[in-house]
């Protein structure tokens, strides 16, 4: 049993199913990965494990107490780390253990947790959540206009405050019960049915439905 698994996404692309059924998947590079931290309720207060994804880093590219927390444990490279939920009767992860992409099989169901591709800076028409914030604005005008004892200042206030532009996207997004289709073992390459949030190179973590589920960061 192992807590989940780190990595980034390549891209989509389409596989046949020996009935001929057009299968749209998603291709994951995932691990290698390396327990970077155990923590236990006598130290931290809860359980869980750190995992690191091993890759290819300019130790520039890592702040100074990244870079110290890693050397502690005895790992390089690893930039992107996340937490899992980890009880010791799951099994004994110390820091330094590998978990590799051999513990998920064909057919298994994973949560995958990405990032949303960003749309920059929308304006109010394009901006999620506009019906909520256009009937607010139109509650709040409506009653501060039919107000006439309310003063011109307040009534322009109310008005002005109930739509805005904002920043779209760039949020992170679970997509649940992906089956798994393929699993590459030499390449650490994981094959998982349908889309996965974020642009390709984006960085990814997910688990299996059954055994684990990730912490919420």
């Known amino acids: ?5 780190l990595g980034k996404k390549i891209g989509m692309t389409q596989v046949f199913r020996p009935d001929g059924q057009v299968v749209p998947v998603t291709l ?3 691990g290698p990965c390396m327990v970077v931290q155990r923590k236990t309720p006598a130290t931290d207060g809860y359980d869980a494990v750190q995992l690191g994804l091993l890759e290819f880093v300019k130790p520039a590219r890592i702040n100074k107490p990244t870079t110290g927390h890693l050397k502690k444990a005895g790992v ?3 930039k992107f780390m996340r937490e899992f939920r980890w009880t010791a009767g799951d099994g004994d992860l110390k820091a ?3 978990v590799l992409v051999d ?3 064909p057919k298994d169901k994973v949560d995958v947790i990405g990032i949303s591709k960003g749309r920059g800076f929308a304006g109010v028409v394009e901006a999620p959540s506009l019906p ?12 501060a206009l039919r ?4 003063r011109p200042a307040i009534r322009r206030a109310w008005c002005r405050a109930c739509a805005w532009a904002a920043t779209w996207a760039t949020t992170s997004v679970t997509v649940r019960n992906l089956e798994v289709i393929e699993v590459d073992t030499e ?3 994981l094959v998982v049915k349908g889309a996965v949030p974020g642009p390709n190179g984006g960085y990814v973590h997910g688990a299996e439905v059954e055994e684990v589920t990730p912490c919420r960061l």
């Open 1 to 5: 049993m192992s807590p989940g698994i």
């Open 96 to 98: 330094g253990d590998q």
């Open 28 to 30: 994951l590079k995932a």
């Open 147 to 150: 107000d006439r004892s309310a």
């Open 76 to 78: 390089e490279g690893a």
């Open 187 to 189: 390449d650490n390459v």
């Open 103 to 105: 513990q998920f099989k």
């Open 132 to 143: 909520r914030r256009r009937r607010l604005r139109t509650d709040r005008c409506s009653i």
